[in-house]
């Protein structure tokens, strides 16, 4: 169980922990949420993730949860510009595009890496047969 869920156990334990961080010395973490880079910060890591969620939930080739994703973010940036109340930002959607190419890259490169693993597995049980 540990080794299917892991990632997942280790990022509610990092998100707990600077939760608690956070509650517990409040005054310390205020500096670094008026930067206003904490925006694009959010927008990167945000569309990482949730590329990340959607190709787990949806089991899509990366490629289809790439595009998809870019246009979700090209679609939201584009209606908060129509919105009273929020505006839509090129940075924040070139923040959306580079948190979902990053996805892509870690995908396709964890992907290689397990195909190579398992090739390299069962070529060292080709051998011990003969």
């Known amino acids: ?9 280790s990022l509610l334990v990092t998100f707990i922990t600077l939760l608690a ?4 010395y409040p005054n310390d973490f205020k500096p ?18 949730l590329a990340a969620f959607v190709q787990w939930q949806l ?14 973010a090209g ?3 584009l209606v908060q510009a129509y919105l ?5 930002a090129w940075d924040d959607f070139i923040a959306d595009l580079l948190g ?10 964890v992907d290689f890496y397990q195909r190579r693993q398992l090739a390299h597995t069962n070529n060292e049980m080709d051998t011990n047969e003969q």
């Not at 670094?32 to 993730?49: N, S, T």
């Open 1 to 9: 169980m540990l080794r299917k869920y892991g990632l997942v156990i």
């Open 21 to 24: 961080l956070a509650i517990i």
């Open 32 to 49: 670094v949420f008026r930067l206003p880079e904490i925006d694009l910060i959010g927008h990167y890591f945000g569309f990482l993730l």
């Open 59 to 72: 089991k899509l080739r990366v490629l289809t949860c790439v595009i998809g994703m870019s246009c979700y």
């Open 75 to 77: 679609i939201t940036e």
């Open 84 to 88: 009273g109340f929020r505006n839509g």
């Open 100 to 109: 979902i190419a990053s996805f892509g890259l870690i995908k396709v490169g």
